[in-house]
């Protein structure tokens, strides 16, 4: 199972990081290619495509880190001594110094992984943050613009209303006032 599962691991990181990396550049590309993009919004794109380069090559080292680990057979390796353990226990006998490297070097390389995951999963929290942040900026702005075209339209809205609210004359106190001026 390990042959299948590690090369699938290794390869679906790697084309996840391609694919990253590819919609980085056309990002990248198409910022070149909006000079009139206000500064904010400009500075916005460019450190997305810096969060997530970083989190491109954060996935590639993981990818190499995972191929290392199934290609030369760490996993295998620990499983024979944990599975050599319980006998070596009984009889009292304990590692030998390549082992205990081979353990030490092993745990150290998967916790290697970890540190390169856990740096990947805080790289993806700063992006949600930094993206959260950007909305609830727009929003305000949003906002701001909505009151301010509130406050301009105001007054128009009042004089339409105030027009359609008159009262009209009646047409037959329109006729009374039209026959008195015309008997002057």
Excluded: C
């Excluded at 699938?8 to 790697?14: D, E, G, K, R, S």
């Excluded at 009984?90 to 092993?106: C, D, M, N, W, Y």
């Excluded at 105001?154 to 008997?183: G, H, M, T, V, W």
């Amino acid at each position: 199972m390990e042959k299948f599962v590690g090369p699938t691991i290794v390869l679906l990181l790697v084309a996840l990081a391609g694919w990253f990396a590819w919609r980085q550049w056309q990002l990248a590309r198409w910022l070149r290619a909006q000079p009139s993009l206000p500064v904010e919004e400009r500075a916005h794109y460019r450190g997305r495509i810096f969060r997530r380069s970083v989190g491109v090559v954060l996935m590639m080292v993981l990818a190499v880190q995972m191929g290392g680990l199934f290609g030369m057979d760490v996993l295998a390796r620990l499983d024979g001594l944990v599975e050599r353990g319980p006998a070596a226990k009984e009889i009292g006998q304990k590692l030998t110094p390549e082992e205990e490297r081979f353990v030490r070097s092993a745990f150290a390389y998967v916790g290697g992984i970890a540190l390169v995951l856990f740096a990947l999963l805080a790289v993806a929290f700063w992006e949600t943050m930094a993206i959260r942040r950007w909305g609830l900026e727009r929003m305000r702005r949003l906002r701001g613009d909505r009151q301010a075209m509130m406050e301009r339209q105001f007054p128009n809205l009042y004089q339409d209303l105030s027009r359609r609210i008159e009262p009209k004359a009646d047409p037959a106190e329109e006729e009374e006032s039209d026959s008195e001026a015309s008997e002057r």
